[in-house]
């Protein structure tokens, strides 16, 4: 009996020794593999601040010109842009003290969603100036006071209608 228990003994010494060394050959290629994704993701496109306020500028002037017109659909599509532009600034530059401030703009984000619904002109005109002033409120919060936005005088693509058809 003794020289079958050293037999197991040693059986179970070396099943042990080639699953640690297995587990270490599973960690080390898991490292591996978790280093290769960490540099794609380093390496992956993200979308810059100023491209995200770029869309949000187009989508504040279509927004206006889609109000004006009474074109409530277009209009509510574009403030939706908007808080969708404010989302993924928050989420995809969140180390940025500009991300921090740009919730400033969901009172005045709401308004004018409130507006579109009612599908009141007064209110929508009315919000939409106190978007604007927020939006330029935040810039001076950030020191981007330079970057002054105003409410547009012509639509900011001529290949676009914002009049709603009417069937008479």
């Known amino acids: 009996m003794p020289g079958k ?5 040693i059986i179970i010494i070396f099943i042990a020794t080639i699953i640690s060394c297995n587990s ?20 992956a496109y993200k979308p810059g601040f100023g491209e995200f306020m770029s869309s949000i500028q187009v989508h504040h002037a279509k927004l206006w010109f889609a ?13 939706h842009e ?5 989302e993924n600034i928050q ?14 703009l969901n009172p005045a984000m709401d308004s ?9 002109s007064l209110q929508f005109k009315n919000s939409y100036i106190l978007l604007t002033n927020t939006c330029n409120n935040c810039h001076h919060a950030v020191q981007f ?16 209608i914002f009049t709603v058809e009417r069937s008479h």
């Open 5 to 9: 228990m050293k037999y197991s003994i």
């Open 145 to 160: 006071g330079f970057n002054v936005v105003t409410i547009p005088e012509k639509p900011p693509f001529s290949n676009q």
């Open 112 to 120: 004018v969603t409130a507006a579109i619904k009612n599908q009141d």
């Open 67 to 79: 109000g004006q017109n009474k074109n409530w659909p277009l209009a509510d599509f574009e403030i």
């Open 24 to 43: 270490s050959m599973d960690n080390a290629s898991l490292q591996h593999r978790i280093d290769s994704l960490e540099k794609k993701l380093d390496a």
């Open 91 to 104: 989420q995809y530059q969140s180390e940025r003290k500009e991300s921090e401030k740009i919730i400033m």
């Open 82 to 86: 908007i808080m969708e532009a404010v």
